[in-house]
């Protein structure tokens, strides 16, 4: 099939979000500025830069009268943390993806426990393999088709890393054992379960 986006695609649900796969979700706690933590995971998320490193989430369904938290809390604090979510964390990250409301402490709410950060105020989800310390850079505001609001990225430098000493093995992260959780597309998702190494090749001579 072809779709082109600006006409119905005519399949059960739109395939977009399955198309781009698998993306690894962002855990992002934050804090509001009247001092109200938040915990919100997004699949629009990933590195995008390695020096310095720095880090993005993306949000739909946002305007001036309803911001989402995360990226609202991130602007007007300058602060947020991304922890990872492994195979175990999985069901305590999908019961913090519901739509609750700005003054509602989510892991409080929901019994998840956390933990000080080094450098920055935002608490990170303690039983996470790693966690990202991030300091707000900017936000990239972009068009929204149908839903009325907007969606935007927000960018951070990550200025602190944990890694647990129990997901390390010989140096390297050891990522069979943390099994990341990605997302799919629909409501459905995977995790990290086999690895593979690929050296980058050298450069071949044209041939004569």
């Known amino acids: 099939m072809f779709w082109?986006?600006?006409e119905p695609h005519g399949l059960p649900r739109d395939p977009f979000k399955s198309c781009v796969i698998p993306r690894p979700i962002g855990w992002i706690s934050t804090i509001s500025p009247e001092g109200v933590h938040n915990l919100a995971p997004y699949s629009f998320f990933n590195g995008v830069a390695g020096d310095p490193p720095m880090v993005m989430f993306g949000s739909g369904m946002r305007s001036?009268?309803?911001?989402?938290?995360?990226?609202?809390n991130a602007e007007k604090t300058g602060e947020f943390v991304c922890s990872m979510v492994s195979y175990e964390l999985t069901d305590a990250m999908n019961d913090s993806s519901a739509g609750y409301e700005p003054q509602i402490d989510e892991a409080a709410h929901?019994?998840?426990?956390?933990?000080p950060s080094e450098l920055v105020k935002p608490l990170r989800v303690k039983a996470s393999p790693i966690h990202l310390e991030c300091t707000y850079f900017d936000t990239m505001e972009l068009p929204a088709d149908r839903n009325g609001g907007g969606?935007?990225?927000?960018?951070?430098?990550?200025?602190?890393?944990?890694?647990?000493d129990d997901y390390l093995k010989?140096?390297?992260?050891?990522?069979?054992k943390i099994r990341p959780v990605a997302r799919l597309g629909y409501m459905d998702y995977t995790s990290v379960q086999e690895v593979f190494t690929l050296?980058?090749?050298e450069v071949k001579p044209a041939a004569e």
């Open 4 to 6: 082109n986006t600006n």
């Open 64 to 72: 001036a009268e309803a911001p989402k938290d995360s990226i609202y």
């Open 110 to 115: 929901l019994g998840i426990e956390m933990e």
């Open 151 to 164: 969606n935007a990225i927000c960018v951070g430098r990550v200025v602190g890393v944990h890694i647990k």
């Open 170 to 176: 010989d140096g390297f992260v050891d990522v069979e």
């Open 199 to 201: 050296l980058r090749p």
